[in-house]
């Protein structure tokens, strides 16, 4: 998108096609947009639950070299090239169907890489399913940052002004201690700061930074990483004039003393920051990947097979993750969003 230009393409996946995906799609088509919502998947999946939800959809394909226009209530545009393998059964998993969704991903990110997309919005998948397939993965962070060749993804999900970013992300608890090296912890925040100013953009941004033992190692006698690790990091980029505030106690860096004076907070794992956040704010929170050459965003929820179909799915936070992408975008270009 060219900084003159007002409406952004932005690019879908819905996702695991058993689940709540392409409900949220067809749900999402009847909202006006300022922006060209493009979907990446099978036309007739998406056109199926479409009819199942009674909803009228049309799917109109994209033509690239024409400039973006803002979709119509009920239609969205439609990449060709993206079809399951076999019939989709809502709420069944079919693991003949996993080489699908990881393509409609692929074929996106390179899409936003590529300037065809200016951010790209990803519907929940199913980590199980496609590692059923034979196919290692971990999740779309992961998958994305290979993708797009980037070093260190970081994860941030946000609700409302709240935004809590991750040092790690989905290890099992046995192994966070000694992933967190200063290394990592200091390439999570460069990243962090950097696309807090670059992609909201906050011109100095103010970091929490949780401690990872219980209130935050308690000088030593509750374990010493804040002391041998989190303490002399904070200081070294302090000393090149980011705001960084801890390693502070998480259980209480998350009350409105502390969070009124931040901008994002860090903490070291995820069950550490997420429950917070999800708390406040669950249905309508959006997971943002950070560290990426492109705009990323996504829900916040799983793929809720036993809803998929039903017309009881909750649209909140893929309307939250579009908003997110397009004000991104407009934030990026230096644009006012209209």
């Known amino acids: 998108m060219s900084p003159a230009q007002a409406i952004p393409r932005i690019a879908i996946t819905p996702g695991e096609p058993a689940g709540i995906g392409p409900d949220l799609v067809a749900m999402l088509s009847r909202e006006p947009c300022s922006a060209q919502r493009v979907v990446l998947g099978d036309p007739q999946v998406l056109l199926d639950r479409a009819e199942q939800l009674g909803i009228h959809l049309t799917l109109t394909p994209l033509d690239p070299d024409q400039p973006p226009q803002a979709n119509a209530p009920g239609q969205l545009h439609l990449w060709k090239g993206c079809t399951v393998a076999e019939p989709v059964i809502p709420g069944t998993l079919n693991p003949a169907n996993a080489r699908y ?146 390693p502070l106690p998480a259980d209480t860096l998350f009350t409105q003393r502390h969070l009124r004076h931040a901008d994002a907070v860090l903490a070291m794992y995820h069950d550490q920051g997420l429950p917070v956040l999800k708390h406040a704010g669950f249905g309508g929170a959006v997971n943002i990947t950070l560290g990426l050459p492109i705009i990323r965003t996504s829900v916040d929820h799983g793929t809720a097979l036993d809803l998929a179909g039903t017309g009881q799915a909750e649209g909140g936070s893929l309307h939250e993750a579009l908003a997110t992408a397009i004000h991104m975008v407009h934030a990026r270009h230096g644009n006012a969003a209209p």
């Not at 590529?114 to 519907?123: M, P, S, Y």
């Not at 980590?127 to 971990?138: D, L, R, W, Y």
């Not at 809590?164 to 460069?190: C, Y």
């Not at 953009?201 to 374990?223: Q, S």
């Open 101 to 246: 969704v990881l393509d409609t991903l692929t074929q996106a990110a390179d899409g936003c890489l590529e300037g065809v997309f200016d951010a790209l919005v990803t519907g929940p998948v199913h980590k199980g399913v496609i590692n059923e397939a034979g196919i290692p993965f971990t999740g779309h962070t992961e998958f994305l940052a290979e993708r797009c060749r980037a070093s260190m993804p970081v994860m941030m999900l946000t609700a409302g002004t709240l935004r809590v970013a991750l040092v790690t992300t989905h290890l099992p608890l046995s192994r966070v201690a000694q992933a967190i090296t200063p290394e990592r912890l200091e390439m999570v925040l460069r990243v962090l700061h950097a696309d807090l100013r670059n992609k909201f953009p906050l011109e100095t941004p103010r970091i929490l930074v949780c401690g990872l033992n219980p209130h935050a190692g308690e000088g030593g006698h509750l374990g010493d990483e804040e002391i041998r690790v989190i303490t002399p990091v904070l200081e070294r980029l302090r000393g090149e004039g980011m705001d960084l505030t801890g």
